[in-house]
């Protein structure tokens, strides 16, 4: 059987490397071809073998028909990077480009099913804050907004049932889609993009169900200030003035100062942050804010804290229904959004099994 070469678009095929995150060494290795070969592609386009392009929309995680495009396609825009990295570090890993893909994609399938009247409209309440002058003020106009008290906070009995009402909550109220998904936690613990209707929220689901809720409110508190970022909110500094701004936004929201209780003893520490649904750091960290406990009294109990950490290790992951998977991942909101959509027939059922990473014999059974 003669063999199929193909021609494209060679800035297509340049486009489709550089957002997966390969250089040409890597991709001419797993190809096993020449490096000038490949670069020839990328500089040509012509007589590319079908068998080839095959195997990159594997690796690019692109469907086929993406390579035969005519022209490249705008280009995601990142969320500014403030996690204060090297250089060095800086770099965003295969994982990571993937996601920022992938949570761009849901975005621009939410805006297409519901429109921008439909979002901006979402978005009207959040954006009466602009007119606010203090931080509690626009923390109380949330908690209105929201519909959620300190009591009904309180009366959460798991951290994951205060992560998943809090999503539920910012998606429903304020129109703001919230996904979550696994990413090196090293590399990137959450990241808002604002650039297109709808915003999104995304958390790193390799993270504890107090650190996602942190998330949340650090990437809202970017999202009130006009910023989409990228960001490691446990790692944040001092003199890191964006970001130790948001962080205490999502800590005063949190743990209001009237729900402190004056305590240098990590048990009582412990305790009390359980109640809140939030880490000990937060909760020691607002003692700080509040003036509550001394610089020095912190820095030795933070250290303390740390030296409770165990070390990572790769937890086992039973099987998960893919249904259940889909949901968590695209959050309540998303999920109920193209649902809608089907029985409004304003998406096919490939559509949207595709929108929501199933297949179509299981979106059919959720139906």
Not at 28 to 36: G, R, T, Y
Not at 110 to 134: R, T
Not at 253 to 267: I, K, S
Request: aromatic content about 10%; overall charge positive; proline content about 4%.
């Amino acid at each position: 059987m003669a063999r199929i070469n193909i021609n494209i678009n060679p800035k297509i095929l340049q486009w489709t490397r550089q957002e997966a995150g390969y250089n040409i060494e890597e991709v001419a290795q797993k190809l096993s071809i020449d490096s000038d070969r490949y670069l020839n592609w990328e500089k040509e386009g012509k007589y590319i073998p079908l068998g080839k392009l095959q195997n990159l929309a594997i690796y690019f995680k692109r469907q086929l028909a993406v390579f035969f495009l005519p022209e490249v396609p705008n280009k995601i825009k990142k969320p500014k990077d403030f996690r204060n990295l090297s250089p060095v570090d800086s770099s965003l890993s295969k994982d990571v480009l993937l996601i920022l893909r992938r949570s761009a994609h849901l975005q621009g399938i939410a805006n297409e099913l519901e429109g921008d009247n439909y979002w901006n409209n979402k978005l009207s309440l959040l954006n009466e804050i602009d007119y606010l002058k203090s931080e509690q003020e626009i923390i109380n106009h949330l908690r209105d907004i929201i519909g959620i008290d300190i009591k009904q906070q309180l009366k959460w009995k798991t951290d994951s049932e205060a992560y998943r009402n809090w999503r539920t909550a910012i998606g429903e109220k304020l129109g703001i889609l919230t996904f979550q998904f696994s990413m090196p936690m090293d590399e990137l613990q959450g990241f808002s993009m604002t650039e297109s209707l709808p915003y999104i929220i995304v958390t790193n689901s390799n993270h504890s169900y107090t650190g996602r809720v942190f998330t949340l409110f650090h990437e809202l508190a970017h999202i009130i200030r006009h910023q989409s970022g990228m960001c490691l909110v446990d790692k944040v500094e001092q003199n890191q003035k964006e970001e130790w701004a948001c962080n205490t936004f999502a800590g005063n929201f949190l743990a209001p100062q009237n729900t402190l209780v004056p305590t240098d003893n990590l048990n009582e520490i412990k305790s009390y942050a359980r109640k809140l649904k939030i880490s000990r750091e937060v909760y020691l960290h607002r003692l700080k804010e509040e003036g509550i406990i001394p610089d020095v009294k912190f820095y030795t109990l933070l250290d303390e804290i740390k030296a409770t950490y165990k070390k990572d290790t790769p937890k086992k992951k039973g099987f998960v229904l893919p249904e259940v998977k889909s949901k968590a991942s695209r959050g309540e909101t998303f999920y109920n959004i193209v649902f809608e959509a089907i029985s409004a027939n304003r998406i096919n059922y490939t559509d949207a099994a595709h929108a929501l990473g199933l297949r179509v014999n299981r979106l059919i059974n959720e139906i």
